[in-house]
């Protein structure tokens, strides 16, 4: 929940707390091509994330709803099998993962931000959302506990891997049209919240342009402690996998360091 102030410094006049911050400043690359002249899948995504994304109803469900080759219809010339039939223990179902979760905002009707995961990368994928949920809930929370001159939201990234997961990749292996990882990364940001405007509705618009094109700063230290990750230190999940591979993409050019806070960091989401 955001309150603003319409009035001074010096005499503040505040807002009802309304929903402000959301997401804004959603990026998406091109997709993916991991077979000459066969595009498939994601390549990169970035989206800016706000605690009012943690007010009642503000939630959002865009399920996945695109299919076409290879995910459930047979490539002309390409796999056998389709994403949808493939009997592999290991890695079936697979799913088509969202990079920006669709809860966010993020959408299920755009292979731009969809990619092939194996059940278990998207598991892993949920436990990392569900650490930067849990920081945008303490954001939330701190920002309910007084009138404060600033947010405290989540710049998040996601690039998959440059290679494919395919040992042999080419076009008629299933796995080549999936990446062998996603890298997520993600770095807290303060932002300085208007004063002025002469109205509630003055200092909303206000508001919203310096969420959408103002600058961010770094938060080298967080008025409230951060969430553990329940994966530790490993740069891996699952735990064990060999980290730094080439990714599609990076990170936006609006995106401050990251600072040392005990928040900001990555890691990669292995296949399998």
Not at 170 to 182: E, N, Q, R, V
């Amino acid at each position: 929940m955001s309150f603003l102030n319409y009035g001074t410094r010096t005499t503040p006049r505040w807002t009802i707390d309304q929903p402000i911050f959301t997401i804004v400043r959603a990026r998406q690359g091109r997709q993916a091509t991991y077979v000459p002249g066969r595009q498939f899948g994601a390549s990169c995504a970035s989206v800016l994330l706000g605690p009012d994304l943690k007010m009642p109803g503000q939630g959002r469900h865009n399920p996945p709803q695109v299919g076409g080759a290879p995910w459930d219809v047979v490539m002309a010339g390409g796999p056998a099998l389709t994403f949808v039939q493939d009997e592999n223990p290991s890695y079936r179902p697979w799913v088509r993962g969202h990079l920006i979760n669709g809860g966010w905002g993020g959408s299920g009707r755009d292979w731009r931000n969809l990619t092939p995961l194996t059940h278990s990368a998207n598991m892993n994928h949920k436990t990392v959302e569900t650490y930067i949920n849990n920081f945008l809930e303490l954001s939330r929370q701190y920002e309910a506990s007084g009138r404060r001159d600033a947010w405290y939201g989540v710049y998040y990234c996601v690039q998959c891997a440059a290679d494919p997961f395919a040992l042999n990749p080419g076009a008629t292996d299933l796995y080549t049209y999936a990446p062998s990882f996603i890298r997520i990364g993600w770095r807290a940001v303060r932002i300085d919240k208007p004063v002025g405007g002469s109205t509630a509705l003055g200092v909303a618009q206000l508001a919203v342009n310096e969420l959408t094109a103002g600058a961010l700063n770094a938060a080298p230290v967080l008025p409230f402690a951060p969430p553990a990750r329940a994966w530790g230190p490993s740069p891996t999940l699952p735990l064990g996998e060999r980290p730094g591979d080439p990714v599609l993409g990076s990170f936006p050019g609006d995106c401050p360091p990251a600072a040392g806070n005990g928040f900001d960091g990555w890691v990669e989401v292995h296949q399998g």
